[in-house]
């Protein structure tokens, strides 16, 4: 099958359009060609019969407050810490007794991706899935729009005290904290189970793809499994990984003056 490059400036929805027709198409395609033995190239997929509830909270594990104390705003910066930094904010957001704005997902990268959070997942599906845990809305009402605030840098692998302390201290002058990073904000160790259970389920149960990604998604499956045997092979060697890693080795000098401006116009880019 063959997709045509889609440029990385463009939107997921712009992109969407790009290569759905595509698969859809060629989906259509393969399913006639290869009917006769498709049954023999598809996955086997055993299920062991029972859920898995390893994340589902403990009995001491309260519902969210009826009233919170203030409003966590979130900008998730970088696609690849952006699933990472949501969840742990959804973990602050319970510590602090905050309610959750879902998240503005980064524009101002590299990247220059003008997807919204329903672009890439599943709005609704995120609230509704967590209303037990942390109270969302979708953005603050008008009223709110004059609330005092404070945008805070909140500290690098932090465990639940900072939280408790630090950060629910604000709640006595503010109404609103903006959190200007979210990856990494999170201690991996010692947090209380239903904590790090809360995260487990933000990540794989509430974090649901839109609609539309998991239709592409699954178009992109039944190829893969009607060809047969595959490797896929992710590099993770983006441009701006490529820029802040400091290597021109066997760049043209056109592609390593490229990446050396890349390094030095970012405020984050330290000598």
């Known amino acids: 099958m063959e997709i045509e490059r889609v440029s990385t400036t463009a939107s997921s929805n712009q992109r969407l359009e790009t290569i759905l027709p595509l698969v859809s198409k060629n989906s259509i395609d393969t399913n006639a060609k290869n009917s006769s033995n498709s049954d023999a190239k ?4 055993v299920s062991s019969g029972t859920d ?3 994340d589902l909270p403990s009995i001491a594990y309260d519902k ?3 009233e919170t ?4 705003l979130v900008h998730t910066n970088g696609l690849n ?9 959804v973990v602050v957001a319970r510590i602090i007794n905050a309610t959750l704005v879902v998240p503005d997902l980064d524009k101002r990268s590299f990247w220059q991706d003008t997807s919204n959070f329903s672009d ?3 709005e609704d599906y995120f609230i509704t899935s967590l209303a037990d845990d942390v109270k969302i809305i979708r953005k603050l009402s008008k009223e709110l729009m004059s609330a005092t605030r404070v945008v805070k840098h909140f500290r690098s692998w932090s465990g639940i005290d900072y939280y408790e302390q630090e950060i629910a201290s604000l709640w006595d002058d503010y109404q609103v904290i903006r959190a200007a990073k979210s990856d990494s904000r999170l201690a991996n160790n010692n947090l209380p189970p239903d904590i790090q259970k809360l995260r487990c389920r933000a990540c794989y149960r509430a974090l649901r793809f839109s609609p539309r990604i998991e239709a592409m998604g699954k178009l992109l499956v039944d190829q893969m499994r009607a060809y047969g045997p595959y490797i896929a092979l992710h590099l993770q060697y983006e441009k701006d990984m490529l820029a802040f890693s400091g290597c021109t080795h066997d760049l043209y000098i056109e592609e390593a003056n490229e990446l050396t401006a890349i390094r030095f116009c970012s405020t984050l880019y330290i000598l």
């Open 81 to 89: 810490q952006m699933r990472v930094g949501i969840c742990d904010m």
């Open 69 to 72: 104390r203030g409003y966590l």
């Open 120 to 122: 890439v997942f599943d």
């Open 52 to 54: 898995d509830t390893s």
């Open 64 to 66: 969210v407050p009826q």
């Open 42 to 45: 598809n996955c086997i997929v």
